[in-house]
């Protein structure tokens, strides 16, 4: 079964069209071969400050949410600020692109259950992130 990955831009500068490929590369990857369809959104931090106080409880931009849906057309959602991305990548020392792809594959392995929160989960999901960012040629 192949992945599908649909990317969209909900920014009102936009996106560089390299970070939309780089995204639908990234969520394929990280979804090995689950067969299922996923929406990569690239959205402002007005539109991810008001779903991260909505459903997280936190009124504060964030860099990148997961929600899973499991509809028969459209298994998750994964949304990334662009402006919070790009702001990580120059504080990290790395490029957005690296950034970018990071989140994206972040966002989809909560959606495939991994959680950082639980300690061994972490292990095991920056293992897994590692190994993709390997994949993609975007290591630390």
Not at 21 to 36: D, S, T, V
Request: aromatic content about 4%; charged content about 30%; overall charge negative.
């Amino acid at each position: 079964m192949t992945n599908r990955v649909e990317v969209s831009d909900h920014t009102r500068e936009g996106v560089p069209a390299a970070w939309r490929q780089l995204a639908r590369r990234a969520a394929r990857a990280a979804l090995g071969p689950a067969g299922k369809t996923v929406s990569v959104a690239f959205v402002d931090e007005d539109a991810v400050q008001e779903l991260n106080r909505r459903y997280r409880g936190q009124d504060a931009p964030t860099d990148v949410l997961s929600f899973p849906l499991e509809e028969e057309d459209l298994w998750g959602e994964v949304l990334v600020c662009a402006p919070v991305a790009r702001r990580q990548a120059a504080a990290l020392g790395h490029s957005p692109e690296r950034e970018v792809a990071f989140l994206v594959t972040h966002g989809v392995l909560h959606l495939l259950g991994f959680d950082h929160a639980d300690p061994t989960q972490e292990v095991a999901m920056r293992e897994r992130q590692r190994e993709i960012m390997g994949k993609l040629e975007l290591p630390r």
